[in-house]
């Protein structure tokens, strides 16, 4: 399995903290947000990522260097096009990628090693589309029209009254599904709106032939950096994971008494 991470933008709504660093390599408790994905992901069997940098992509090369473990690869594409078009034209210059199974996860998503383990185990269309359901939803939410399992629709701007579930920006694409993501992308790119659309609008009108389905992660932790709070909440979830780690290790301590 492979993964396709989308970071070559640079978090404009998190400036001044992104002034001269992508959002990539924004720190949390100690590693990147990079970091965090490649290691979660290498805790799931993933082997062979490829990153996708624009913003101080020689920043990121640099730190890639260090990320890389024996019997594991990782590699940038890079995205001229990243000020002036959506991730749409990232997927665009890494198609050369997508020649097999793999997970697309947007560059600013933090999850725990059992979100990409219950998505990878449990997707099974040519589409999986990894989704929660939130009690209530904002503007800048992804969010996603469900029949049954099945995606019918996916967007921001969908009407609330059809919406049934929000997008986390981890997807899995098997079997026919990364030949129909690339031939779908060919096809959105071509069209006036290419450039200014998200990759989720490929996924969108891939929907419409009944090959994307959802997988939920309800109550495993994930986070989505898009402004500064959400960089407060992601690290207090982190802090969460480092205070139950320090717990285990000390439950396992016999006691001197």
């Known amino acids: 399995m492979k993964a396709l991470i989308l970071s070559a933008g640079q978090g404009s709504r998190l400036l001044p903290l992104t002034a001269d660093r992508p959002k990539c390599l924004l720190s949390l408790s100690g590693k990147s947000v990079l970091e965090w994905q490649v290691r979660h992901l290498e805790a799931c069997g993933v082997r062979e990522i490829v990153v ?29 096009f990243y000020k002036v078009a959506e991730n749409v034209a990232s997927c665009w210059m890494a198609r050369h990628e997508l020649d097999g199974d793999f997970v697309l996860l947007n560059g600013d998503v933090v999850f725990e090693p059992a979100v990409a383990r219950t998505a ?100 495993l932790d994930w986070g989505e950096i898009d402004f500064p709070h959400d960089l407060e909440v992601v690290r207090a979830m982190i802090e969460r994971w480092n205070g139950a780690g320090r717990a285990q290790i000390a439950a396992s301590i016999p006691s001197s008494s």
């Open 52 to 80: 996708v940098v624009g913003f101080r992509a020689d920043a990121v090369e640099s730190a890639i260097q260090s990320l890389a473990r024996p019997g594991m690869t990782i590699r940038t594409v890079f995205n001229p």
């Open 120 to 219: 990878l185990e449990k997707s099974v269309a040519p589409v999986s589309v990894t989704v929660n359901h939130p009690d209530e939803y904002d503007a800048d939410d992804m969010k996603v029209e469900l029949h049954g399992k099945r995606v019918v629709a996916i967007g921001k701007d969908l009407p609330i009254e059809r919406v049934g579930a929000e997008s986390i920006g981890m997807m899995i694409f098997r079997n026919e599904g990364p030949a129909a993501f690339v031939a779908e992308l060919e096809r959105l790119m071509r069209t006036p709106e290419g450039l200014k659309s998200w990759f989720t609008q490929v996924i969108h009108r891939m929907a419409r032939r009944g090959i994307v389905e959802s997988v939920s992660i309800d109550g």
